[in-house]
């Protein structure tokens, strides 16, 4: 599976506003340092102590935003 990985902090710049809210990734443990992943697919992972948990998703064109903001790759 493809990841591209990012923090909290650059996962809120990309969301937009038909998508998951800041406030729904802040209850869900997301902090500005917090360590993301984001498939292909738009499922949001957050990196917890010992495993990685769906927290949400992105929709429509993320794949340019995402890329954009992180300046990688799927890989």
Known sequence: MHFIEMTG????RVISE???SPEQLR???VT???LVRVNPQGDIELRRHDRWDVIGGLL????ARV???TGLDWA
């Open 67 to 69: 890329r954009h903001e």
């Open 18 to 20: 038909d998508e998951i």
């Open 27 to 29: 209850e869900s443990g």
């Open 32 to 34: 500005e340092e917090s």
């Open 9 to 12: 902090k650059t996962l809120m």
């Open 60 to 63: 429509g064109e993320f794949d």
